[in-house]
C-alpha cells in the first residue's frame, strides 16, 4: 500500500523528538496539492499536533506536490534539491525549515 500525505501527517505528532524540539514554538503550514489537501502542524512545548486546515499565519508555508513532499520525506528526494527545483516552495522563517527536518525520527 502507499504511503499518503495523511499517513505521514498523522504520523508526525509521534515522530517527534521532544528534546530536540524544546524551545521551537511554531506554526508550519502546508499546502500539498489537490491530493494532499492543507495541513496545520504545531510544534510547541516539545510536542508536536498535526490536523488538516489553513492557517491564516504561519511561521513557515511548504507548498508541494504531494508525491513531492512524500519523497523529499521517505529520502528519494534530497531537500536542497527540491527546493533549488522549486518541487518544494517556502515562505516565511527559514532558519524554521533548517530545522524540521531535525526534529523528527523519520
Known sequence: MALTVKDLMERMPG???PEKAEGVDAVIQFHLGEEGGDWIC??????????????EEPN??????????????????????AIATKKVVLKGDLNLA?????????
Open 15 to 17: 515522530a517527534l523528538i
Open 42 to 55: 504545531t510544534i510547541k512545548d516539545s510536542t508536536c499536533t498535526a490536523e488538516p486546515g489553513v492557517y
Open 60 to 81: 513557515l508555508s511548504l507548498t508541494a506536490e504531494a508525491a513531492d513532499y512524500i519523497d523529499m520525506i521517505t529520502g528519494k528526494l534530497n531537500p536542497m534539491t
Open 98 to 106: 533548517m530545522k524540521y527536518m531535525n526534529l523528527f525520527a523519520l
